[in-house]
């Protein structure tokens, strides 16, 4: 018997998203004659075994290996039997009724071929990839050169995503996106289903174009709206990306196109590829250097103006200091604070202040201690050295403040501690989600809880139609929403109030164990979960433990020639340089069936649980360690292991 819809979900490694679209998708199919593929590209995050336990009604396909977007949907929608198919990604959430108006909108327009729907982020802010052109090679060239983005609501040159097109209005498009595109079965049969020559990218663009070839339409239906959390622009960034997508570009050209018109295009698009690299490259480095050249900048400033002011009014000499002074010892106090905070994490998004604190402060007292060691002729000034440092703790906020408040680079605080949290819904699923956060180890207060019907209650701050209100008097850095009291529908109407604030918001799925947000199509987002949260899977750790094992294989250099004299010197000698090139790690655990949900090191040279070898307690030895990992617990083990060396 054929079903009425397919929905095809292709996942790898994003359990969590899957599972929350998996809910939102079960709600959406009530009362519809609809089967539901999950097909997993061989993730090792337990994906398989979350669907088959909690939606056993969803029909899975476990790939051994990862088979890309187009095969892997390609499975499924070989083995379904329906009128509709739906491709849908896993970090998505629909609305209630998104699949059925779909289906309504298809079924009163037998001309449609494919259909998608307006996509919007974890802020509710519109996706551009929603609705798009075909890129011809004009197309191509508008957008490679800039034109599109300089005349957006162009005709001409603003083809690529028809900004020019209302998001509120249901038009005809040429090109669907392959994070929701819903297909009438009849149509696939006559032209075919995804490319399988397309590993990731372009396949969407290649399937509309043979939609259309095929006398049928593509609509974008505005008529319901899809959260789509990552968006096309997670990856746009980075080279791997932009080489990615626009040989995926030639690959449609080729196959579409004349030769000769192919093969110019073909040569403007390895042009691009190039040029969007080399721009790629330089837009990750200016976002990585432009916070600390600002911090420098300002530090400098400064230290200027204390040093001229201490050669005014204490020194009373005009040009007391020497030139050095200001071109070589500044720069480095400088230098030598800012390392410290970098290695604190105070680089690292979202911005902790008490990470910065640390981090400024660690590197005060590193001044302090070098300048005490340096020749007389060297010491110019422990004032100037103590009011410079205190002058740098304050820039280092006042950098992050002003960038916040004008809304440069994507600056936002966290400050580490304490979350103020609003829950919307019933009390009793605010209930399950204050213990879901108190299991989870999320340091938080809860302002209030607001209602998710349309009269407060008592014991509630206000209802959902007053939250532009909630969020002006309460200011949260944390709204959750309970995707049970709360439909999809109405969060996402209410995602409006948030674009201009500061605030994060998240979803607590119906029975899930997880909390999922993301601020905006570029960002992956946090993720709260009742799982460990270790400390090794933190960038600033990762970081520390690199630097530890730089900073040891380094003052192990020197005793190279003692150490070709023992017995097991060489081997001591490989492991030092393998250690440098960051092939092994001095402390770690080995990659087993057990500890293969810890995060990932480099081999150890060293093992933590050593001395727990084959026991009981070996694996609680590991779990601890890259759970509460310092870079004192490695030099505590190398110490203790090579002690033990040296006795046997």
């Not at 998505?92 to 108006?101: A, H």
């Not at 590193?366 to 009011?387: C, G, H, N, T, V």
């Not at 709260?528 to 750790?541: I, K």
Request: proline share 3%; hydrophobic share 45%; glycine share 8%.
């Amino acid at each position: 018997m054929q079903h009425t819809l397919s929905v095809v979900i292709v996942n790898y490694n994003v359990k969590y998203f899957l599972e929350q679209a998996l809910r939102s998708v079960e709600k959406a199919i009530v009362g519809m004659d609809a089967e539901v593929w999950v097909v997993d590209n061989n993730s090792v995050d337990g994906s398989v075994s979350m669907v088959q336990d909690k939606f056993p009604w969803v029909q899975v396909i476990a790939n051994t290996e990862n088979l890309g977007f187009s095969q892997a949907n390609n499975q499924a929608m070989r083995l379904s039997n329906s009128q509709y198919v739906l491709l849908l990604n896993p970090d998505t959430v629909v609305q209630e009724d998104s699949l059925k108006l779909c289906v309504s909108h298809m079924e009163s327009n037998p001309k449609i071929g494919g259909l998608g729907v307006r996509m919007i982020d974890g802020k509710g802010k519109f996706l551009l990839e929603s609705k798009r052109g075909l890129p011809t090679p004009q197309v191509a060239f508008f957008k490679m050169t800039g034109l599109s983005a300089l005349f957006p609501k162009s005709r001409l040159f603003g083809r690529y995503h028809l900004k020019y097109l209302s998001e509120h209005e249901t038009n005809d498009v040429q090109v669907l996106s392959g994070a929701f595109m819903m297909m009438r079965s009849s149509v696939l049969e006559k032209v075919g289903l995804l490319d399988e020559d397309y590993f990731m990218y372009g396949e969407d663009v290649d399937l509309s174009y043979r939609i259309s070839l095929g006398g049928y339409k593509n609509v974008y239906f505005a008529g319901t709206t899809i959260i789509h959390y990552k968006g096309e622009s997670t990856k746009r960034k980075t080279a791997n990306y932009v080489k990615v997508f626009y040989n995926a570009m030639v690959l449609f050209a080729k196959k579409h196109y004349s030769s000769s018109v192919a093969g110019r295009f073909a040569f403007f698009i390895r042009l691009a590829i190039y040029l969007r690299a080399s721009a790629a490259f330089c837009a990750r480095l200016a976002e990585k250097i432009w916070l600390p050249l600002f911090d420098f900048l300002l530090i400098f400033i400064g230290y200027l103006g204390i040093a001229k002011y201490w050669e005014l009014y204490h020194k009373f000499v005009r040009g007391y200091y020497p030139s050095e002074f200001f071109t070589l010892h500044i720069p480095i106090y400088i230098g030598v604070v800012m390392c410290t905070v970098y290695l604190w994490g105070g680089y690292d998004k979202p911005f902790v202040a008490r990470r910065l604190f640390r981090g400024t402060l660690v590197g005060s007292f590193a001044l302090f201690a070098m300048y005490a060691f340096l020749p007389k002729e060297l010491q110019f000034s422990r004032a100037i050295l103590a009011l410079g440092s205190a002058w740098a703790v304050g820039a280092v906020f006042l950098t992050r403040g002003v960038a916040q408040s004008l809304r440069i680079g994507d600056i936002r605080f966290d400050h580490g501690g304490r979350r103020k949290v609003i829950l919307v819904g019933g009390e009793s699923e605010n209930q399950r989600i204050e213990n879901l956060l108190k299991r989870g180890r999320v340091n938080h207060e809860v302002l209030g809880w607001v209602s998710a019907s349309e009269v407060r209650q008592n014991g509630f701050i206000g209802h959902l139609e007053q939250m532009s209100e909630v969020l002006e008097i309460y200011r949260p850095d944390l709204v959750i929403f309970s995707g049970k009291d709360v439909s999809s529908s109405r969060i996402m109407l209410h995602m409006n109030d948030f674009q201009s604030k500061p605030v994060q918001v998240k979803i607590a799925p119906e029975k899930g164990e997880t909390i999922i947000g993301s601020d905006s199509k570029n960002l992956p987002g946090e993720l709260f979960t009742l799982e460990v949260n270790y400390h090794l899977a933190q960038v600033h750790h990762l970081r520390n433990k690199r630097v530890f094992d730089v900073l040891i294989s380094l003052v192990m250099l020197p005793l190279i020639p003692l150490l070709i004299c023992f017995s097991g010197g060489r081997k001591c000698l490989n492991a030092l340089f393998s250690v440098l090139i960051g092939r092994n790690t001095w402390v770690g655990y080995q990659r087993t069936g057990s500890t293969a949900s810890l995060p990932k090191l480099a081999s150890p040279v060293f093992e933590v649980a050593q001395q727990f070898k084959g026991t009981e307690f070996e694996l609680d030895a590991v779990m601890n360690y890259a759970r509460d990992y310092s870079v004192i617990d490695d030099l505590r083990i190398l110490m203790s292991c090579v002690f033990q060396k040296t006795r046997s």
